[in-house]
């Protein structure tokens, strides 16, 4: 009769820590607050699930912070649309807090709803995350206001929605911004101007056809809105990549542009986005997707 023996494991069969398991050092009454983690601290199927979506957010912009750190530590963030400033709170956590005592580097929550300002105000004072503040502002409010630095080095928006996202692109142009993160949603100004447009100005334009029907009107307006998102950043010097934010959101908002500052004003994307205008009957929209003169 055989003896039993146990044999070991090769190596690719070894058991794997799951990614998306807490965090060594990580802030379990954050956690606990962001309903990630249930009362008790415990991880249940739902809750792995949120913090899976956690992470794979923060594997997209984890590097960008690494990269500015390359040459400051202080880093400034501004967060629009900031909700329950849930997106800042993981990221102070994960990225800032064990430096805060050395370091300047802020996080900036901006949202309209005063309640959940406040109740992120508490939030950070009780967490003691000092780097981190929260204004009641609109986007287009937050570009011209004092409470901000002049210079902010990445700016992110996800699901602002409609025009929030072009207005935090412009907020990011005139501060400056290094880096952008953006998830759009719902873009309805541009699928509006398609349909009042859709006569005489793209009469003799056989791709008018995708917009024709009010559901490709609506579909085909999301979508131009990020091509021309995309080029007015290349325009402007922006570096775009534009990818699937995928276990973020089981919709069909889904998509994940990040743009890196590169120095020097495109030419030709900035031709492309006024001739797409032009020939889409979108002329009137050209002070919304502006580029350099």
């Known amino acids: 009769m055989k003896k039993n023996s146990s044999k070991k494991l090769p190596p690719a069969a070894q058991p794997t820590p799951e990614k998306h398991e807490i965090r060594p050092g990580q802030s379990v009454e954050l956690l606990k607050e962001l309903h990630i983690l ?5 991880l249940n199927q739902d809750s792995r699930r949120k913090l899976k979506q956690v992470y794979h957010l923060y594997q997209f912009i984890e590097p960008l912070l690494l990269k500015l750190q390359e040459s400051h530590a202080d880093i400034s963030l501004v967060d629009h649309g900031a909700g329950k400033s849930y997106l800042g ?22 949202e309209t709803r005063d309640e959940l300002v406040k109740k992120s105000t508490e939030l950070a004072q009780r967490l003691d995350f000092p780097g981190m503040s929260f204004l009641n502002l609109s986007v287009a409010e937050s570009t011209d206001s004092k409470q901000l630095p002049s210079h902010i080095d990445i700016v992110t928006a ?24 953006l998830v759009p949603c ?15 100005a793209v ?18 307006g999301s979508q131009i809105t990020n ?8 325009a402007h010097g ?10 973020w959101e089981h919709s069909m908002k889904n998509e994940l542009i990040i743009a890196e500052y590169k120095g020097t004003p495109a030419k030709r ?3 492309r986005l006024t001739e797409i205008l032009g020939t889409t009957g979108l002329d009137g929209m050209r002070e919304r997707f502006f580029v350099p003169h």
């Open 238 to 247: 922006y570096q775009v990549t534009v990818t699937e934010l995928v276990g």
């Open 227 to 234: 091509v021309l998102r995309c080029l007015q950043l290349e």
């Open 158 to 181: 996800l699901h602002a929605c409609d025009t929030a996202t072009d207005d935090a692109i412009q907020f990011a142009l005139k501060k400056k911004a290094r880096f952008m993160v």
């Open 269 to 271: 994307p900035a031709e």
């Open 203 to 220: 009469r003799n334009n056989p791709l008018s056809e995708m917009w024709r029907h009010p559901i490709h009107t609506r579909e085909f």
């Open 186 to 200: 719902c873009q309805a100004e541009v699928a509006s101007a398609l349909r009042k447009n859709k006569g005489d």
């Open 89 to 110: 709170f993981i990221l102070y956590d994960l990225f800032f807090k064990s430096a805060q005592a050395q370091s300047k580097a802020h996080i900036y929550g901006i």
């Open 38 to 42: 249930t009362r008790d601290g415990k």
